[in-house]
């Protein structure tokens, strides 16, 4: 009995709230944001200011959750696109800007608006990433703080985000020489079977229709993209051409859902594009237009008109 007494006396008890700093952010590096962000930085003070270290706040990507959220219910899908859930999205991603001491190079978040995203031009010199699908809060007036204030660019994703226009494309394009990926997938307008039911219809109502202005800008100044991707974009043959005579190096063109060209048209502009490896088409058609010729590459190859043009 003593002895077990003398052992029990000679057993060391650790409190975690005293470990280091950098050992707490090394331990908390492990975690997700997700982990982090709901649990870690309540248990303790010390924990808290650990969290907050720029060294776990150079990254922030919440697309996993989202794409889950998806999966599960599309009624938690619909509050994202209320006020009260973007003011939460954008607290959080202020908080990671602060908290990053200009060492935030990588963001990959939806429903956001312009409050998070001037404050990340304002203070993320060496941002690289930035997906901001989903936002129809963003407007030009902050992409061209992005801009100017992120000059190391070199992946965008403004996929659905309607009050950006060909202006902050070409902007972009002009002050972020190391652009390579841009994603500018639409909503299609199409089907409406195949829209999101979550989404407010007055949001599908304001998709951007000039597609062929974004594509001047996009074969104007953005020379050096290796990837492209503008699903539903409604511009054509003649924005097409202009793409493929300005960015030469693409290696990879998504044109899923474009209606307003058709096969000669790719084909035309796919000659100038050597480097070129994959190439999504629009294999789209409409269902009165399948019951009589079957997919989109016959309806094309029929129809040469403005009118028919899929």
């Keep these: 009995m003593a002895e077990e007494e003398e052992k029990t006396e000679s057993v060391q008890v650790h409190n975690w709230a005293e470990l280091t700093q950098l050992c707490l952010v090394n331990i908390l590096s492990h975690l997700s944001i997700e982990d982090r962000w709901r649990g870690a930085m309540f248990v303790c003070k010390s924990w808290l200011q650990a969290c907050k270290d720029p060294n776990l706040n150079s990254v922030i990507d919440l697309e996993a959750q989202f794409i889950e959220s998806v999966a599960k219910s599309s009624l938690s899908s619909t509050r994202y696109w209320n006020r009260e859930f973007e003011s939460k999205i954008d607290s959080m991603v202020r908080s990671v800007v602060i908290w990053s001491d200009g060492s935030l ?66 902007l972009i394009g002009q002050h972020c020489p190391n652009l390579r990926i841009l994603r500018r997938n639409l909503m299609t307008q199409v089907n409406p079977s195949q829209q999101e039911p979550f989404v407010p219809r007055e949001y599908v109502d304001t998709c951007p229709q000039d597609g062929d202005s974004e594509a001047a800008a996009i074969g104007k100044f953005m020379p050096q993209l290796v990837q492209l991707e503008l699903q539903f974009s409604k511009l054509t043959n003649k924005g097409l051409a202009l793409i493929s005579e300005g960015c030469i190096n693409l290696e990879h063109l998504d044109l899923f859902g474009c209606t307003n060209v058709t096969s000669r048209d790719i084909a035309n502009a796919s000659s100038n594009l050597k480097q070129l490896k994959t190439l999504k088409k629009p294999h789209l058609c409409l269902e009165s237009q399948t019951e009589r010729y079957g997919h989109w590459q016959l309806y094309d190859d029929r129809f040469q008109t403005d009118f028919f043009r899929i």
């Design 105 to 170: 190079n990588f963001v990959r978040v939806r429903h956001c608006s312009d409050r998070s995203i001037a404050l990340i031009a304002e203070r993320s010199p060496n941002l690289q990433v930035l997906s901001i699908q989903r936002c129809p809060h963003v407007t030009d007036e902050t992409m061209s703080k992005i801009a100017s204030g992120c000059p190391l660019l070199r992946e965008l994703d403004i996929s659905f985000c309607y009050q950006i226009s060909h202006k902050s494309l070409a």
